[in-house]
């Protein structure tokens, strides 16, 4: 008979909040967000941030843009194009966010969307 182990069962918090949906005279589309966090420490494991909107970008499901680690490194995802980027923390990265779909859909809704 193997010996068992004793280890404690790792811990996580889930926050996926309800999918936000931007107004069409702010640009339209949709935010979404998930975080998991290790428990008791509250490190970031896990997260995918995505702004979806297919009036902008109809490839990739319509994520015009997005920020995750869904491949095991910390990436963003722009019209379809895929590069690496750093992890600044959690916070950072969903302030960056933030404020780049908020450009990105006053350009589409000024019609100099590029």
């Known amino acids: 008979m193997a010996a068992k182990k004793n280890t404690a069962p ?3 918090e ?15 589309g949709v935010l979404k967000e ?4 290790e428990l008791p420490s ?6 995918a941030l995505a702004y979806i909107n297919p009036l902008i970008f109809s490839g990739d499901n319509g994520r015009v843009l997005g920020y ?7 990436h963003k995802h722009f019209k379809g194009e895929m590069a690496r980027e750093a992890f600044p923390g959690y ?6 966010c933030d404020v780049e779909w908020k450009e990105i859909a006053m ?4 019609g100099s969307e590029k």
């Open 91 to 96: 916070e950072a990265l969903y302030e960056r």
């Open 14 to 28: 889930i926050y996926a909040p309800p999918d936000v949906q931007i107004p069409r005279r702010f640009g339209g």
């Open 107 to 110: 350009e589409y809704v000024n």
């Open 34 to 37: 998930r975080v998991v966090r």
């Open 68 to 74: 995750d680690n869904a491949h095991g490194f910390s």
């Open 42 to 47: 509250k490190k970031v494991i896990q997260y």
């Open 10 to 12: 790792q811990r996580q």
